[in-house]
């Protein structure tokens, strides 16, 4: 914030600065932006000066509503082009605790490597929670099914894998299994103590974001239920603290 109480820019090169100079550069208003993303112009703007943080979902928000790939708002530096004359050679290091998250009652998911685009594969490290299909499907509403094909490798713990073809089957710590992901499917934690997976999805012809669309509107959607629910309990507290 500037010293006569002004808001000031975010910082050159942040997300929010990133966001900004791409909105400028396409001639968008706040208020056209926010007709794309659904997002208020009030939280585009605190977005752009980096008074709030940027989710996962509004990244994906605002990357649909540009029409930019997402992991371009977060690391807007080029990358080399192929056919440039240099090496192509890519790689992004990920280290313990960073990524994407989002999470949902029955999954915990650290989407990897967003720096990198156009990426052939969804790297992500996973941690269930689901134990039975009643509390799968009461999330999803029955097996989830996205484009493409999948690998899952078991780090910790033990997993039941249904799908709609076949029986379930269990895999245990250094197991794997590779699927084609159009067929319905579920992963439910099937012991005590944490469940760890590595997986990585691949979609099958051009670049598809419904997977991670999926998780991200479950998961946002289970942040309003939860909010909803708070409400009356503070309403009764309310009541409760003005009755004495």
């Known amino acids: 914030m ?27 208003t706040l208020a056209q932006v926010s007709e794309r993303t659904g997002l208020a112009v009030s939280t585009l703007s605190k977005l752009e000066i980096g008074s709030v943080s940027l989710s996962y979902d509004k990244l994906m928000l605002i990357s649909k509503g540009l029409g930019v790939d997402m992991a371009s708002l977060v690391d807007p530096k080029p990358q080399t082009a192929r056919g440039s004359g240099l090496a192509a ?22 989407y990897l490597a ?17 134990r039975t299909m009643a509390e799968f499907n009461e999330e999803f509403g029955g097996l989830i099914r996205h484009p ?38 579920a992963y439910l934690k099937a012991s005590e103590g944490p469940c760890r997976l590595v ?4 979609p099958r012809g051009e670049d598809d974001e419904r997977l991670a669309d999926m998780f991200v509107k479950v998961s946002a959607r289970n942040e309003q239920d939860a909010a909803a629910a708070a409400k009356p309990r503070a309403g009764r507290k309310a009541a409760a603290k003005h009755a004495r």
């Not at 050679?89 to 650290?110: I, M, P």
């Not at 967003?114 to 689901?130: C, D, G, Q, S, Y």
């Open 89 to 110: 050679g890519r790689r992004a290091v990920q280290r313990a605790g960073d990524g994407q998250l989002v999470e949902t009652h029955s999954y915990r998911q650290t």
């Open 148 to 185: 493409g094909e999948e690998f899952t490798f078991v780090v910790e713990g033990e997993l039941d894998f249904h799908s709609e073809l076949y029986a379930p089957v269990r895999l245990r710590a250094g197991d794997s299994i590779y699927f084609d992901s159009e067929m319905g499917h």
């Open 2 to 28: 500037k010293a006569n109480g002004q808001t000031s820019p975010a910082d050159a090169g942040s997300p929010g600065a990133t966001i900004r100079a791409l909105r400028l550069g396409k001639g968008l």
């Open 199 to 202: 997986c990585s999805c691949a």
């Open 114 to 130: 967003t720096e990198l685009l156009n990426k052939k594969m969804t790297p992500m490290f996973v941690e269930i929670r689901a």
